[in-house]
Nanobody, 122 residues
Framework: QVQLVESGGGLVQAGGSLRLSCAAS????????MGWFRQAPGKERNFVAA????????YYADSVKGRFTISRDNANNTVYLQMNSLKPEDTAVYYC???????????????WGQGTQVTVSS
């Protein structure tokens, strides 16, 4: 079975940084576009970032461009989200995701982790 396990969430002050990690198993990692979604309290679950099979292309939501960086390590079946210049509005549960392709605007992955809480204090 496919399993995506996030780690690295926590509490950070506005302006600070945090790095999330996602360990994937039960899939051929290099066959999957990996990514991150997030869901803030009372809001919809929204796309954050995605990275293609060998890391050749990355995609970001407008709200995080220039602040967040997605990367992957195919040798270790791990995807990361480096989060800099954090804002209170970044507070959310962050979900690691996997899918065989990236569909742009309509991207809704097949596989999801359980999520990790990120809280940014003001």
């Amino acid at each position: 079975q496919v399993q995506l396990v996030e780690s690295g969430g926590g509490l950070v002050q506005a302006g600070g940084s945090l790095r999330l990690s996602c360990a994937a198993s039960g899939l051929t990692f290099s066959d999957y576009v990996m990514g991150w979604f997030r869901q803030a309290p009372g809001k919809e679950r929204n796309f954050v970032a995605a990275i293609t099979w060998r890391g050749g292309s990355t995609y970001y939501a407008d709200s995080v461009k220039g602040r967040f960086t997605i990367s992957r390590d195919n040798a270790n079946n791990t995807v990361y989200l480096q989060m800099n210049s954090l804002k209170p509005e970044d507070t959310a549960v962050y979900y690691c995701v996997a899918d065989l392709s990236y569909s742009g605007t309509y991207y809704w992955p097949d596989y999801w982790g359980q999520g990790t809480q990120v809280t940014v204090s003001s």
